[in-house]
């Protein structure tokens, strides 16, 4: 179906439009080969890296059996679809190019090390529907197929097929028969299955990988059958084999099984263990119950580690939380979780991962806390102890007689918050547990918080077993904040004093920043064009 010899030798050899021939949205990606020079020119590339994107116009020449890049202009941002260079992956994403009389997708793949740049093709995939592949059997609908069971081998889901999950779908088994599930840009999987164990999710299990490659103009999207209300199937999760606690003290390989499918293990002895790349990718309408009182959250991550690559991920309208993270550590850059009816992040067992740039908004109906945070519900002073570090959050929470809090640090968590902003709660900062406080005290760095801002009904609540106020613990660092941020929506406004309240944290996954909060100002809002129903 995809990366066919012969397809190959076409796209490279024709002499016809290698990139975007047709518009989307008025907006053209076309590009012009010259049989004569062996010349491709590239009206829009866009190129992205390090959270941010420029964008070009490119010339490649054909060299042998590669493309070569031989110019590269700077031009203005360009919305809509358009040739995309992911420097994370090393890939370019052509949504649509003619061969012969045919529309493919195209990835090219940059050759390590190459100077000047050259690229290989890594797919050519049909925009038409071909058939459902080996590993699928037909959908209900037209153009789709159905996945079930366990994926046991390298498998593509493409943009052509609307993919059909029916009941639970895994990837390899638990560190064993590992296969890697590669999704490409526009691709959309629907759960269809019902509760229990027969709920509908896709689950990545220890050993395996997924690729899930979207791009700001054609996002990854995994939804419910409706796309009406939170709970129409399961969710999707990752368990991996980075550290986790909970297990006796001195037991030389930590693996838990997950609280809500017991029969599913995580954890390891991998902190660097990857289970590969999602990117611009949304998980909409989740949260089904897998048996009583155990919902499903959007996102689970289970003991992920840090060589696993997560940036730009929305969570939006689930049943239980929005993203949970059980250990690991998992670090992740630009997420946005909406309309959680539990959490929009929750941490527990132990996770020592880090977050940049989050928007956390809860519905003016329903949700709990913006972030839950937990070292472990049964040991709270079980090791290794959660600690992440977390900078540039906006939550907007919100207000009712059901509401709770911006933020609840309990059993035991230790936590370095940095540049965020904490609004709309009843409360914004809790502190909760003998064993939270104890670990502060004990562990001087463990349990900090600076540059950042609140303003809430209530700013500070203390729990259980206190030894110092919120309030203090707040106050302490000079660099922090009570008082009005000034925002519009989710964006700083014009004087906010978040443009110029943070620092940059001394550490090397984190992008320099100086600036409180998500985002910048008005014209820096990375949510854009690639995520569903923010505003």
């Keep these: 179906m995809y990366q066919s010899e012969y397809l190959k030798k076409q796209f490279i050899t024709t002499s016809a439009i290698l990139f975007s021939s047709i518009a989307f949205n008025a907006h053209a990606a076309t590009a012009t080969y010259d049989s004569a020079t062996g010349i491709v020119d590239l009206p829009v590339v866009e190129v992205l890296g390090g959270g941010s994107s420029a964008f070009y116009r490119t010339q490649l020449q054909l060299n042998g059996n590669e493309l070569q890049l031989i110019s590269a202009e700077s031009i203005a941002a360009v919305s809509g679809q358009r040739n995309v260079y992911d420097s994370d992956t090393s890939a370019v994403h052509v949504a649509s190019v ?106 990545v299990r220890r050993g395996s990988k997924i690729m899930a490659e979207g791009t700001p103009d054609n996002p990854i999207v ?22 986790v606690n909970g297990c006796n003290e001195g037991t030389p390989l930590c693996e838990v099984p997950f609280e809500a499918i017991v029969s599913e293990t995580y954890g390891g002895n991998n902190p660097v263990d990857n289970s590969g790349v999602i990117k611009y990718t949304q998980v909409r ?168 801002f609140v303003n809430c009904a209530t700013n500070f609540k203390d729990g259980e077993g206190v030894t110092f106020t919120a309030e203090s613990w707040f106050s302490s660092e000079p660099t922090n904040k009570a008082g009005d941020p000034l925002l519009t929506g989710y964006l700083p406004a014009s004087g906010s004093p978040l443009t110029l309240g943070g620092a940059a944290v001394s550490d090397p996954f984190f992008i320099p920043v100086d600036y409180a909060g998500a985002f910048k100002d008005t014209n820096s809002d990375w949510t854009k064009e690639w995520t569903f129903s923010v505003n």
């Design 222 to 243: 995994m939804t419910g059958p409706s796309e009406l209300a939170a709970g129409e199937w399961g969710g999707f999760l990752i368990s991996g084999n980075a550290p």
């Design 285 to 452: 309408f989740a949260g089904t119950a897998v048996r009583p009182d155990e919902e499903l959250n959007g996102v689970t991550l289970n003991g992920v580690g840090s060589g696993t690559l997560i940036d730009y991920l929305q969570v939006h309208e689930g049943l239980d939380d929005g993203i949970e993270v059980f250990g690991g550590t998992v670090q992740m850059k630009h997420l946005v979780v909406t309309n959680a009816q539990d959490d929009s992040l929750d941490w527990t067992n132990g996770w020592q991962g880090r977050v940049q740039f989050a928007l956390l908004k809860q519905s003016a109906v329903i949700g709990d806390r913006g972030i839950e945070a937990d070292n472990n519900e049964k040991n709270q002073d079980s090791i290794p102890r959660a600690q992440p570090i977390l900078s540039n959050i906006t939550v907007i929470g919100r207000s009712g007689d059901s509401a709770s809090q911006s933020v609840l640090l309990r059993r035991g968590t230790g936590a370095n918050i940095w540049n965020s902003v904490f609004t709309g709660s009843p409360v914004c900062l809790m502190i909760d547990s003998p064993s939270t406080y104890a670990n502060h005290d004990a562990n001087p760095g463990s349990l900090t918080i600076s540059n950042s």
């Design 98 to 203: 003619a061969v012969g009389a045919d529309e493919f997708y195209a990835k090219l793949r940059l050759v390590p090390g190459s100077n000047p740049m050259r690229f290989t093709v890594d797919q050519l995939v049909s925009n038409a529907f071909q058939g459902c592949p080996s590993f699928a059997q037909p959908g209900p609908t037209a153009n789709s197929c159905a996945l079930s069971g366990t994926i046991t081998s390298d498998v593509t889901l493409t943009k052509n097929v609307e993919w059909i999950l029916n009941g639970p779908v895994y990837v390899g088994g638990d560190n064993a028969q590992s296969a890697t599930l590669t999704i490409n840009p526009g691709t959309k999987i629907v759960g269809v299955g019902g509760q229990g164990d027969q709920a509908a999710y896709l689950w």
